[in-house]
């Protein structure tokens, strides 16, 4: 195995070009720093080094090995100072994006663990949904969200962390003497006479169920647009219409019956927050991760 400290010796000599150098910048001895740099060159079984008169200079390798030294130290580096950050005592403002029906479960429940053990971090909830919160995280008007990965058009982000939550299915919601509320679990195709309720144009939900709709074979009627998930089961209840929502945001306080859809249809519900610097940990974006993965 390398050994981080001469990797970083090696490096030193890439970037300053003499032993002696290497040894002052270190308060090391030169003939230190030579044996080290000659058991590198052993415990790597090539040369790295090619002498002229009393002068060294990198060979082909020791170059090659430096360059890649440099990323080792770095990783290295970023990873120290995460671990820094994990210890530092949260505090601070975060601001929490999340669905809707996220909202009043997985986020407050969140909330709640996160005050009882870091009461000097306080969350600002905001409800967004999957399509408008991304891009809010990137534009930093966000510190966290609670979204789902796979919707279309979602696109992965390499200066975004994602920390996967749980898996929420989505189920048809009927009135409670509907005809196919007998069923285990329904076949989207048998709705097509069905008057919908969906969300707002746009929003993850109402793409969702179109898509649904149509890769079952037929355009839905779509009598009500709601972007209140009460007033969409409120509707259901009163046996104007049906809907599809995603298991969280079903209410029991409403007289419905929800049902499985055949094939079954579920989303992943993940975390995600920016990449912190490695220079600028921030505990309290870390401890609201924490306490997700927790509630969830």
Excluded: K
């Excluded at 390798?61 to 030294?69: C, E, F, I, P, T």
């Excluded at 966290?144 to 200066?159: K, N, R, Y």
């Amino acid at each position: 195995m390398l050994n981080p400290w001469r990797l970083r010796l090696l490096v030193d000599l890439a970037t300053y070009g003499t032993v002696r150098a290497v040894a002052q910048r270190g308060n090391h001895s030169p003939s230190a720093v030579s044996q080290q740099l000659a058991t590198l060159e052993r415990e790597t079984g090539t040369a790295l080094l090619e002498r002229t008169g009393r002068r060294v200079r990198l060979t082909a390798a020791g170059v090659l090995l430096a360059g890649r030294a440099r990323e080792i130290l770095a990783a290295m580096d970023a990873a120290e100072a995460a671990l820094r950050g994990l210890a530092l005592e949260p505090a601070g403002t975060v601001r929490l994006g999340a669905f809707q029906s996220a909202l009043p479960g997985l986020a407050a429940q969140a909330v709640s663990r996160l005050a009882a053990r870091h009461p000097d971090v306080t969350v600002v909830l905001l409800e967004m949904e999957p399509h408008e919160s991304m891009p809010a995280l990137r534009r930093g008007e966000v510190d966290v969200i609670i979204t789902t990965t796979d919707f279309v058009g979602a696109e992965l982000d390499p200066a975004i962390d994602l920390v996967p939550l749980a898996s929420d299915e989505v189920v048809v919601v009927l009135p409670l003497d509907h005809p196919l509320a007998g069923l285990e679990a329904v076949p989207l195709a048998v709705c097509a006479d069905q008057r919908w309720t969906f969300e707002g144009a746009g929003s993850y939900m109402s793409e969702l169920a179109t898509r649904l709709c149509r890769e079952a074979g037929f355009e839905p009627s779509v009598v009500c647009r709601f972007n209140n998930y009460m007033l969409a089961q409120q509707h259901v209840e009163l046996g104007q219409s049906i809907t599809l929502l995603p298991s969280l945001a079903v209410d029991p306080r409403y007289r419905v019956v929800t049902r499985p859809l055949s094939p079954p249809v579920t989303r992943r519900i993940t975390a995600a927050a920016r990449r912190p610097s490695p220079s600028a940990p921030r505990p309290e974006v870390t401890a609201v991760l924490t306490a997700l993965r927790s509630s969830a």
